[in-house]
């Protein structure tokens, strides 16, 4: 065998070796599970209702920050982070950010009269097939879905924030957009 | 035909039954890697004038070792209607469709999604959709409003579907159930599903002639609840202390995942042999 064939051999085999051991070993990197794991991809759209009965999609904030807040009337903590989103919502409304609260698996009754309760001015849409909360892996209620002017999911959480947290984050994107 | 033919044809020959027939223990067993190397290695030294044929068989049967010991068992895949489950060996992620006619699962890598149908190939696996009945539940109040359904232990917290992944034996026949909750009427719910057939020799449930859903609810404290417990046959409602409940039974695809030797390096084998042999042919014609 002379020279010039061995080391190609050599050399197909170590590449062969290497077409084998990526994919066994270098593939198991560790997958975020919940909204997270949504981050950057770009947010799945749907066509739902508000609690009025009018058609309505994230297709039309494009262009603007959407913090879209998945929520229940039955879920405390969602009851408890509602005055806090309403605030951030009046605070960044010139920053070009919407707050968005889409109810999962109820009846727009029982949702409008949640939101009247505690006067909450921005917009709640029905989500009654709860597509919203199964595409955006949520693990629990609430979840927070903060989506860029691009139509692309910038930050995604399990649970309630502190207002604290909704500053920072919104402060973030906003800069970043 | 020589030795080294015969030998180089029996290692190509159980690597492609490897890839078209997957899915055997046999393939993860010691002695049958040990085998395959025994095999290569006599095939190697019998074809090592013709280095290119040994190196061939070199690498296939190191993909198939490969994919015999270090490649993950057979496993199911089964995602909740508009998920997405992250799939390692097939190196992307499966999109479970909605819950509709005829639904495929998409396999998505990068920009690209590739619907999985009855084989769908990749480097180093092999997916095929195996469909499995699972139960979409629709829960309304006493008023007739729609309510939230939650399965804080499925693989989907939000999805009215139940995948129906556990059993349990009633009467001595099998049976697949799932739980949900009712967070806003604080019940948990455990549906317990019959098939057509199992219904029909059951006394109670034959009149319905379709797959019957049996509801069992207690409160959010795990206590029974009097008067708790009715069945549905498919598509049809029931009202349970107050929660009306209506199963639709669906037809709905999981992904069998099955590892197979490397695709790429076993080509590059094949692609080593074909030269290798040809070159040997022109060798001896000369």
Redesign the interface.
């Known amino acids: 065998?002379n020279a010039r064939?061995r080391w190609l051999?050599i050399l197909?085999?170590v590449?062969?070796?290497l077409?084998?051991?990526v994919?066994?070993f270098g593939?198991?990197?560790p997958?975020v599970s919940g909204p997270a794991g949504m981050v950057g991809q770009t947010a799945p759209v749907f066509t739902l209702h508000d609690d009025r009965g009018n058609p309505v999609s994230l297709a039309q904030y494009r262009g603007k920050v959407v913090v879209m807040n998945?929520w229940?009337?039955?879920?405390p903590p969602c009851r408890a982070e509602m005055p806090d989103l309403q605030t951030v919502a009046r605070e960044y409304a010139r920053d070009g950010v919407v707050v968005v609260g889409v109810n999962?698996?109820?009846?727009a009754?029982?949702a409008a009269a949640f939101a009247h309760s505690l006067d909450i001015a921005f917009p709640i849409w029905i989500d009654?097939?709860?597509?919203y909360?199964?595409?955006y892996?949520?693990?629990?209620?609430p979840t927070t879905i903060v989506i860029d002017r691009r139509g692309v999911v910038e930050r995604g959480f399990d649970g309630p924030l502190t207002i604290e947290q909704m500053r920072s984050t919104l402060a973030q994107v906003v800069r970043a957009t | 035909m020589s030795r080294a033919a015969v030998l180089t044809a029996l290692v190509v020959l159980g690597v492609v039954v490897e890839i078209v027939v997957p899915d055997r223990a046999i393939y993860h067993a010691g002695w049958y890697n040990v085998a395959i190397a025994a095999l290569a290695v006599w095939a190697i030294v019998s074809t090592r004038r013709a280095?290119l044929i040994a190196?061939g068989v070199?690498?296939i049967a190191?993909?198939c070792i490969?994919s015999g010991l270090?490649?993950p068992d057979t496993r199911t895949v089964v995602g909740?209607?508009?998920?997405?489950v992250?799939v390692?060996?097939a190196?992307g992620t499966l999109a479970f469709p909605a819950a509709q006619a005829d639904p495929t699962v998409l396999l998505q890598r990068g920009a690209s999604a590739q619907p999985i149908g009855a084989r769908r190939y990749t480097?180093?696996a092999l997916l095929r959709s195996v469909p499995r009945t699972v139960v979409a539940v629709d829960v309304?109040d006493a008023r007739g409003?729609?309510?939230?359904?939650?399965q804080?232990t499925g693989s989907?917290?939000?999805?009215?579907v139940l995948l129906m992944q556990n059993t349990q034996t009633i009467a001595g026949l099998d049976l697949p159930f799932d739980m949900f909750a009712v967070?806003?009427a604080h019940r948990i719910v455990k549906a317990v599903l019959f098939s057509a057939a199992q219904a029909a020799s059951v006394p109670a449930l034959a009149a319905a002639h379709s797959p019957v859903v049996l509801f069992d609810l207690e409160d959010d404290t795990g206590a029974s609840i009097p008067r708790g417990i009715g069945v549905a046959p498919d598509g049809r409602s029931i009202t349970l202390v107050g929660l009306r409940l209506r199963p639709r039974v669906l037809e709905y695809p999981a992904v069998e995942v099955t590892s197979i030797p490397?695709l790429?390096?076993v080509g590059?084998?094949l692609l080593?042999i074909f030269i290798g042999v040809l070159l040997t042919r022109r060798r001896v014609a000369r």
């Open positions: 065998m064939l051999l197909g085999a590449a062969i070796a077409l084998i051991l994919p066994l593939s198991q990197r997958s998945l229940a009337s039955w879920c999962q698996g109820e009846s009754e029982r009654d097939g709860q597509q909360g199964r595409t892996a949520a693990l629990g209620l | 280095p190196f070199g690498a190191f993909a490969a270090l490649g909740a209607p508009e998920t997405s992250r390692d060996e190196g480097a180093t309304s409003a729609h309510l939230t359904i939650t804080p989907a917290f939000l999805s009215p967070p806003a490397d790429a390096v590059a084998g080593a």
